[in-house]
């Protein structure tokens, strides 16, 4: 397909769909009426054209999405908690892989310890995780 060929059906798009930023809860439900009217459109005719409308708008309601609607971070003794019950792992056998007590173990789970750095290294190769996850800004301590 010739790009003037490809310019022109994108073009025609973009007037159809009008893409453009949501400030306002009533933009974001008529972006995403628009979104999901393109979704219906692309199983029927997969084209280029439309994929790129698709992937605009969804960027666009993903940006109002980040700023009203935020997503929390998990803390680190969630994350640990979690990981722990999807590996079976119990709190002995985690404290034995690290050396340290079982009351260590306990006091990060309910978040009365904080994860030192170096543990929250050792904790990244064991569940193959970055460490970042078990370190909170701020209340991490430096071994």
Known sequence: MS???????????????????????KQYKAALTLFEAAQRDYSENPTAELGSILELW???????????????????????????????????????QLEVSRGQVTNMLSGARSITVETAVQLADMFLVPPTVFLQLGNSKVP
Do not use: C, F, W
């Open 58 to 96: 969804g960027l666009l309601i993903s940006i109002y999405e980040q700023e009203h609607y935020p997503t929390p971070s998990p803390n680190p003794a969630e994350v640990l908690a979690h990981l722990l019950e999807q590996r079976s792992m119990s709190q002995a056998e985690l404290a034995r």
């Open 3 to 25: 790009t003037k060929t490809h310019d022109d059906k994108y073009a025609a798009l973009l007037a159809e769909y009008r893409p453009r930023p949501v400030t306002s809860a």
